[in-house]
């Protein structure tokens, strides 16, 4: 079952813009993680925000919780051609000691 | 450099044939997990393990079975492989399981004809 949901699906935005993702969830957390993906290669884990925290910031990224509203977004600004990946929400199912991944956010950074 | 390590890259395989994939980290994680990621349908945890010695079921186990021997390998076997297995096998260890980040390599690309 996917627990987190990212919107939108893809997204081409032009470098130097900012961009912004969304994810979704249904469950109560303890924490939420956002991973990128670059073609041909795994996840690499970007940001973990917990649930009793509402922003935190790492360089260029900026993260989002909203728990009443199940929600968290990721914003990184100044986009570069490097951050052409896909970006995935992950989710702990209520501590299950298990990650549940999104599909993902296909973002293209046109120069 | 510290990471994990998955093998083989790539694999052609007929179908019904028995395959297993290898995973080694070197990192001292407890936590290990086998994924599958299919276009349109995201990653999907196939099994899992907490620790050297356990293991648990994911969110597609059919078809699939591991072992945890010691802390560094986590393999993953294909009994009799079918055409639906054909996929992007990705391991990834965390140093626990759910509040932890975890560390994926860079994926078994395997088809099954």
């Known amino acids: 079952s996917q627990q987190g949901e990212e919107d939108p699906q893809a997204l081409s935005i032009q470098e130097g813009e900012n961009a912004t993702m969304n994810c979704s969830y249904k469950?109560?957390?303890?924490?939420l993680q956002w991973y990128r993906q670059n073609s041909g290669r795994g996840l690499v884990h970007l940001i973990l925000i917990r649930s009793n925290e509402r922003e935190k910031h790492s360089g260029r990224l900026r993260v989002t919780l909203d728990t009443s509203k199940k929600s968290s977004s990721l914003l990184i600004t100044a986009s570069r051609a490097a951050d052409t990946a896909s970006y995935f929400c992950a989710t702990d199912e209520g501590g299950a000691q298990k990650l549940v991944f999104g599909q993902g956010t296909r973002l293209t950074i046109n120069p | 450099i510290a990471g994990i390590t998955q093998a083989p890259t790539s694999q052609i395989l007929a179908a019904g044939r028995r395959m297993t994939l290898r995973c080694t980290q070197d990192m001292r994680h407890n936590a290990m997990y086998w994924y599958r990621q299919d276009l349109g349908l995201g990653l999907r945890l196939i099994h899992y393990s907490n620790t050297a010695g356990t293991t648990g079921k994911g969110e597609v186990p059919d078809g699939y079975s591991v072992s945890r021997a010691n802390t560094d390998d986590f393999p993953l076997t294909l009994a009799s492989a079918v055409p639906s297995q054909t996929s992007v096998y990705f391991c990834?260890?965390?140093?626990?399981?759910?509040?932890?980040?975890?560390?994926f390599g860079d994926g078994t690309r395997l088809s099954i004809l």
């Open positions: 990834a260890s965390s140093v626990r399981g759910g509040e932890q980040p975890q560390h």
């Open positions: 469950t109560s957390i303890n924490n």
